[in-house]
Structures are given as C-alpha cells and as structure tokens.
C-alpha cells in the first residue's frame, strides 16, 4: 500500500537519494548531510509543535510503499517563509517612457527585487521517483498537504504559493542566471543555487542590483526563460493550476522561473474536503479519494475507494484502510474524492 506520512530521522538515506534524483534546481533539497539531517529534525519538531498561528515551521512528508518500506517521494508545506531568512523574488512590472512632443510611447518591462511574500505559506519540495509516478501517486502526492492545512487551518497562512523550476539544462546552467552571472556575480547557477539551498542568501543582499532591471536589456536568451517553467516541473504546475493557483508576475531570482499563489481557503482540495466519521465495514463503492486522519505527528493519508454517507457525514472504510490510517470506528477522517 502507498501512503503519506511525516518524515522520520530514519528517512534520511531515501532523502539524500532523492536530492541527488532531483537534480540541479531543486533548491529546497540540497545534497548535504548537515542540512538534510536538520531539515528532516526540523520538521520532526514542527509536527510536536503546539501552534495557534503559522510560524517558521517546516512540514516535510514522504511517500511510502509498504510493501516495500521504500520511500518514493517527497513533499512539503513551510508554515510562513521569510520570517527568520529574507525571501526574495522578481516582480514584473512595467515602465512607460512616453513623449507628446516627439509622439513616442513605449512600454518597458521591469524586473524589480522585492520580498512581498514574506509571511505566506508555501507548498514545496515535490518530488517522486519514476518507478511510482503512476496509479495518480503525483497528484496523491501534491494534494495531501492540502487535506493537512485544510485539517489544521491555524498552522498556515491566508495566502500559499509555490515556487516552480525555471529554465536550466542537465548542466545546471540558467540562461537567466548568465546574464547575472556575467554583469553582477561572479559564481555559476549550481553554486548560487546550493548556497541558497544551505541557507546561505546574505550574498543576495550583498550582490544583487538594487535597482529595477530593464527586461530588454538581458540577453535574448535570459529573456525568453523569465516566467518559463522547467519541462519536468510542467506536470507539477498544471495540478497546481487546477488547484486555482495562478501566476501574478513574480518570478525567482536565479533562474526565473515563476511562483503562483492562490488564496489559502480557495484551494480547491481544501475548499472541497470535508470531515466524517468512520465506519469500518465493506465497501459498495469504487469512487476514489484521497483520505486522512486527523493527527499532526502521526498524519498519515491513502488513496482509497470509500462509501460515503453524506446525510450522516460517515464514511465507511476497509480494515486495511483503517490500519494504515490509524484510526478506529468512531474517529473522524478529512477526505477530498481523487
């Protein structure tokens, strides 16, 4: 059975495999004991954690195949970003230089430095290894940690958003990035990106041009990769648009790739979830969902068939289900149909 729970310090070696499997770009799992060992510790406390408003907690969830006991992916939620670190971003905008005189008009696109979503949650770290990525186990995947903030709403923000791959090759090297690499810094993309990844960003600050970029003054090739989403990040964003998640002109600062947001309580996993309470029998249904407990520290979630009982918010579900949920008839559960 595939199922979704928080990370353990046990994990570790399935984590450091699937920061080396994901690849240059990923900045959110560099490949660094110290660092994949404190992220994972840092979210075995943010799950213990009593919380009555989001903080700089950090929820990291894995996948695993029971069967197997191997863990195949990851995913996770970071409560409010930017309140411990600066959180950058590149909001477009635009400039008009307009001449009555001369009758000239012309519209200028901008990139200017900002930390606007400093306080919002966001969604991160999603990734699942090729053998799974089947039976709908990416989206399972994705939309879990919706079921979690739906479930537990004073943990995270009135506002998510995600940041999604820009444009780089198997190298690692951004078009976007050369372009700053060349005028403002002196380190290539991979560098960049592991020291934000490591938590080192006081270089950001330091190097980074205070003031708004003209777009038309980067190289052709930065220019046609702003706002642009890696080809394996794609599937990852068309979930996330169905989600309601929608792009609002910022865009990340190393390979420009772009963020979307939503507002948290339109999220259409949340917003269509709702609690029952379990009966545990047989099943005259094969309507899937994706289903879970109620728990913090001991959240787990499954894709399941369930029969539903609407009028009396009761959800009957297998003995297996049950077990893998742990939960017991009479508890209640918090499921979304698949």
Known sequence: MIIIRPIQTSDYDSLHRIAIESGHG??????????????????????????????????????????TGEVVGTSGIEAAVGLDDAFYHYHLGKVVHNSRELG????????????????????????????????????????????????????????????????????????????????????????????????????????????PIYVSLLSKDAQKVINEVHPKTLPALRLLEAEGFARRGYVDIFDGGPTVESQTATVKTIRNSNSYQVIIGDIDSTDNYIICNTKIAGFRAVQAPVSLRVTAEQVVISTSIAEALQVTEGDFVRLVQN
């Open 26 to 67: 990923f900045t959110s799992l560099p490949v660094n004991e110290g660092l994949l060992k404190k992220r994972i510790a840092h979210s075995e406390d943010s799950f213990k954690k009593d919380v009555s408003q989001p903080g700089n907690e950090g929820y990291l969830f894995v996948m695993e195949d029971t069967d």
């Open 104 to 211: 000239i008009y012309n519209t200028v696109e901008t990139l200017s430095l900002c930390n606007d979503y400093t306080g919002a949650s966001e969604i991160c770290t999603l990734f699942l290894g090729e053998k799974h990525r089947k039976n709908s186990n990416g989206r399972f995947l994705s939309r879990c940690r919706f079921l979690f903030m739906a479930e537990h709403s004073e943990r995270f923000a009135e506002t998510v958003i995600a940041e999604m791959r820009g444009i780089s090759d198997e190298e690692g090297r951004s078009p976007f990035w050369n372009w700053l690499e060349e005028h403002f810094f002196s380190m290539d993309f991979p560098t960049a990106d592991y020291l934000t990844g490591i938590g080192k960003k006081v270089f950001i600050a330091e190097l980074m041009p205070k003031h």
